[in-house]
């Protein structure tokens, strides 16, 4: 038996994390590495396992550089083992794809996601869920390289297997419904992206209570819609709540905080910009709302 219980200490920070107490989770994280490092020694694949939850936390919490060492930290590790084609493995894939994308560096998410689905396709048993998110997060890449039929496809999958499993209520149906409306909004049709997006709050906000963080990037997206459907002062009730719900717990560069701000500030009366920025709108929108 391992002297160090890095499964239910890894467990603490994935439902802190999950919970929205981000400090807390990035407390429990840094002493748990801390004490893998000094029980089971830097190479422990039990180490692994709470720098992948680390990076996933990191990139909550906009630490994308941080993110990556750990994800990086992590994978090498595994290699070390000779374990290239893991489903740990798929999952580090499938971080650092995540990572890449919300840094905006569309081409290389596409090589980290598509190599991590490849991965978890060639397992002998892969687990339904997992895939599922794999390719949801795949789609909304796609997204942005303008591969929108293709990322509808898998997005429909993925939306379908979790709803076949959890229910049209759970998390996961939230996040894919968020990244439909996004690809929608993307095709120029506002009007059903919004309504995507509104059903995409209603789920996850069911899912994860009224002041989760991770609700701020839904209502980002659908303050985006109401600015180009005409609603600025809708747009500035989004935006709002969606500051309200992160200031306190990330820092004021996160990306999501920081977006959210500068839309404030172009909706302010007599800020020349506004015709200027809802017209490029529809061409930079982040997709994906999710953990990982």
């Known amino acids: 038996m391992s002297p160090l219980d890095h499964a239910g200490l890894a467990a603490r920070v994935r439902a802190?994390?999950?919970?929205?107490?981000y400090l807390r989770a990035d407390a429990i994280a840094r002493n748990a590495i801390a004490a893998a490092e000094r029980v089971l020694g830097p190479d422990s694949r039990e180490l692994a396992v709470l720098l992948n939850e680390y990076g996933i936390l990191g990139k909550h919490l906009g630490r994308f550089a941080d993110s990556e060492r750990h994800y990086r930290?992590?994978?090498a590790i595994y290699?070390?083992?000779g374990e290239v084609a893991s489903a740990s493995v798929a999952a580090i894939l499938h971080n650092l794809g995540g990572l890449a994308h919300e840094r905006g560096e569309h081409q290389t998410a596409y090589g980290y996601a598509r190599r991590g689905l490849e991965v978890r396709e060639a397992l002998a048993e892969p687990d339904p869920l997992a895939l599922a998110q794999d390719r949801a997060a795949f789609a909304a890449i796609l997204v942005d390289l303008h591969r929108y039929d293709e990322a509808e496809t898998l997005?429909?999958?993925a939306l379908a297997t979790y709803e076949s499993w959890y229910g049209?209520?759970?998390y996961e149906a939230g996040v894919t419904l968020h990244n439909l409306g996004c690809l929608r909004f993307r095709r120029g049709q506002a009007g059903a992206a919004a309504e995507t997006l509104r059903r995409a709050y209603q789920v996850k906000r069911a899912a994860l209570g009224a002041r989760h963080p991770d609700l701020a990037i839904t209502l980002y997206a659908q303050a985006r819609c109401a600015r180009v459907?005409?609603?600025s002062q809708h747009a500035a009730v989004l935006l709002r709540k969606a500051c309200d719900l992160l200031d306190a717990v990330v820092p004021p560069d996160q990306p999501t905080l920081a977006a959210c701000r500068r839309q404030l500030t172009e909706l302010?009366?007599?800020t020349s910009r506004i015709r200027?920025?809802?017209a490029a709108s529809a061409r930079r929108f982040p997709n994906t709302g999710r953990a990982g």
């Open 229 to 231: 459907l005409g609603d």
């Open 16 to 21: 802190c994390r999950e919970a929205g107490d």
């Open 79 to 81: 290699a070390q083992y």
């Open 155 to 157: 997005l429909a999958g």
């Open 73 to 75: 930290r992590a994978f």
């Open 276 to 278: 200027r920025k809802l």
């Open 168 to 170: 049209p209520w759970h």
């Open 268 to 270: 302010q009366p007599g």
